[in-house]
């Protein structure tokens, strides 16, 4: 979300196009969509380097539950694991979502 106004909010998509929308047309739950290029990993933890439990593809949206240090803990249907913010669109690099 860029911009409030009291029943509507500016958003921007994937592509940086910008428009409002009315507020109940928006859902609560926070989501995210995989960005391009090669499939992408889920990770057990939030860390490079702990077990990958499955990758993404680009253009997958999933739900954000919580984003700390550059990590999403992200569902994408009944799978969850955590991905970097940097492999996502919907979440700040440096941004903390509880």
Known sequence: MVKTYPNWRMI??????????????????????VRPG???PI???ASATSPVRYRAEHGVVGRIQHCRNGWCRIAV??????IS??????VGANETVD
Request: proline share 5%.
């Open 12 to 33: 921007e998509d994937p592509d940086g196009d910008r428009g409002w929308m009315l507020v109940s047309l928006l859902s609560d739950q926070r989501t995210a969509i």
């Open 38 to 40: 090669d499939p992408r």
């Open 43 to 45: 990770h057990a933890e």
């Open 77 to 82: 249907g009944r799978r969850e694991g955590f």
């Open 85 to 90: 913010t940097s492999d996502i669109w919907g």
